[in-house]
T-cell receptor, first 109, second 116 residues
Framework: QKEVEQDPGPLSVPEGAIVSLNCTYSNSAFQYFMWYRQYSRKGPELLMYTYSSGNKEDGRFTAQVDKSSKYISLFIRDSQPSDSATYLC?????????FGDGTTLTVKP | DAGVIQSPRHEVTEMGQEVTLRCKPISGHNSLFWYRQTMMRGLELLIYFNNNVPIDDSGMPEDRFSAKMPNASFSTLKIQPSEPRDSAVYFCASNYQGLLNTGELFFGEGSRLTVL
């Protein structure tokens, strides 16, 4: 079993929809929880990171962490075609990050 | 500011040939990571360096793979001999690790390797 499991997708939604992306993990040592966005043929870039359980908001993006359930989510409000990309969750401890396999999102105009 | 710079961007080679991928991390960063991305296995950590010293190479698939970091501004990942199953996108990433290690990574654009 992988340390980080991510809902595989792909997801296709209409513009303006709310998107929910989810990951679970098994390693209790993970300290930081991150979401990266990867456009086609590009490297991943960090969207958000959180440390503790709870919600963190940044514009249209909200990251949610539930350490007791070992579950993290990323919500995208008012999704835009420019949000179309692969979203990777990642979790780190001791300086190393472990990634989920990614969920590919398409937002249709 | 320049980001992480990788070369070559694309490499097509034949089975058995040696492949060398190069990476220049962001200036001031003290940690460098090599990842491999495939459809089947996602993004896998191969090796990471801190202050030019290899810290964890447990992800290196086998002895055909080797990585070096001779100084703070340069690293190589070498595959010798290459095999078709090595075909993947290889990413280099860097960050600064101090008292607070969030794990945030800055990735290069990747080197797309095809082994025929």
């Amino acid at each position: 079993q992988k340390e980080v499991e991510q809902d595989p997708g792909p997801l296709s939604v209409p513009e303006g929809a709310i998107v929910s992306l989810n990951c679970t993990y098994s390693n209790s040592a993970f300290q930081y929880f991150m979401w990266y966005r990867q456009y086609s043929r590009k490297g991943p870039e960090l969207l958000m990171y959180t440390y503790s359980s709870g919600n963190k908001e940044d514009g249209r993006f909200t990251a949610q962490v539930d350490k007791s359930s070992k579950y993290i989510s990323l919500f995208i409000r008012d999704s835009q075609p420019s949000d179309s990309a692969t979203y990777l969750c990642a979790m780190s401890w001791a300086g190393k990050s472990t990634f989920g396999d990614g969920t590919t999102l398409t937002v249709k105009p | 500011d320049a980001g992480v710079i990788q070369s070559p961007r694309h490499e097509v080679t034949e089975m058995g040939q040696e492949v060398t991928l190069r990476c220049k991390p962001i200036s001031g960063h003290n940690s460098l990571f090599w990842y491999r991305q495939t459809m089947m296995r996602g993004l896998e950590l191969l090796i990471y360096f801190n202050n030019n010293v290899p810290i964890d190479d447990s992800g290196m698939p086998e002895d055909r793979f080797s990585a070096k970091m001779p100084n703070a501004s340069f690293s190589t990942l070498k595959i010798q001999p290459s095999e078709p199953r090595d075909s993947a996108v290889y990413f280099c990433a860097s960050n600064y690790q101090g008292l607070l290690n969030t794990g945030e990574l800055f990735f290069g654009e990747g080197s797309r390797l095809t082994v025929l």
